[in-house]
């Protein structure tokens, strides 16, 4: 170790040279100041810079993403994948409600859905109503007066056209 | 307020040692209590720890990206993460270790960023240059860079510098300029002694290599 020391002294003379470099002058005599003013200013730092301080391992993942970029990237595309995968789960948990019609009737072909008349399609089909009477104190809440209603309704029904008459 | 004198200053050291290790002087007593006022939101108190460590931390991270500029920007930026971090001081280590821990990550961090955008904006050097005993016999002797002055010296000191990695940068600097012992780098550095003599050891000897015509 001494002989080291020795052939790294004319170094560690070099070295010293850097002891001398120094900031403009009074630049130390404002640098406290400053920082208090940042931190004043509202740098007391935001909940992620604390869930950082509080989670160290956050941190790490945190400052390896920064520091490499193919990893932020394969990160990005994980978590759009992810979310393209949750838009076509659910997409096809609404298709599954519909499938909830009486399998008689889904598997029904296109021609018999066409000649199906509105009011038997169990999806568009109204709610029947009860007449209010003596004997029944239940009266429906609101009634659907509304022209559009059922044109909204109309829309929802699969478009599948038969031509009866032929050419 | 009583600034205490590092003891490590007034034992004598061995040769590799360098003459001044500040981080492994006793905590004063007041410190801890400046940290818990500081914690408390009490930003007087945050005020005189910085002046305390200001120009440590400043120098630990211009040697490290020999950029004023970035030095600042970074030292700064330092100060407010402790503030930010105070309460998850626990005191195991000195307010300055931490904070010294804490530059030192956030450094590492910015320069793997900046890797490709390596620019020097260096400090002057002082009046005392001139006169600093070492420098004048390592200028004064017969090699090949007696006809060099003092700021192409820098330069080329500084360049051969940023050639090393990070951590060999960073070992070099805590000890050979800042003044470390090979402890206190290992507790900054989060490794144990001997990867920090080894990685000194390495790295002067690439700073022998770079600088091989300045060096007999």
Known sequence: MNQDTENFEQLRRLLALKRHEQPPPGYFKHFSSQVILR????????????????????????AALETKPILAGVCGAAVCGLLVTGV????????????LVPATETESTPMALANMS????????????LEPSSTNPI????????LLG???????????????GGN | MVMTEPASRKVSKPPDEPAAAPATAPVPVEEMDLVKRARRGDLAAYDELVRRYQERIYATVYHMTANHE????????????????????KGGSSFYTWVYRIAVNKTINFL???KNRAQMSLDDLDFNAEHDPDLVALISEKTPRREVNLAELQEKLNAAMQKLSEP??????????????????AKIMDCNIGTVRSRLFYARQQLQAYLSDYLK
């Open chain 1, 139 to 146: 009266t429906p809440a609101q009634t659907d007066e509304s």
């Open chain 1, 88 to 99: 076509i789960c659910s997409d096809r948990a609404d298709v599954s409600t519909v499938a």
């Open chain 2, 112 to 114: 793997k960023q900046r």
């Open chain 1, 39 to 62: 931190i004043e200013r509202g740098e007391r730092g935001t909940l992620i810079d604390r869930l950082l301080w509080e989670a160290p391992w956050l941190q790490r993942i945190w």
């Open chain 1, 118 to 129: 509105v009011a038997d399609h169990p999806l568009l089909a109204k709610p029947v109503l």
């Open chain 1, 150 to 164: 059922d044109i909204g309704k109309l829309r929802a029904q699969p478009a599948s056209f038969s031509f009866l």
């Open chain 2, 70 to 89: 970035d030095a600042n920007d970074l030292a700064q930026e330092s100060f407010i993460k402790a503030f930010q971090a105070l309460r998850s001081f």
């Open chain 2, 168 to 185: 060999h940068r960073l070992v070099v600097t805590l000890h050979d300029v800042q003044g470390l012992s090979h402890e206190e780098i």
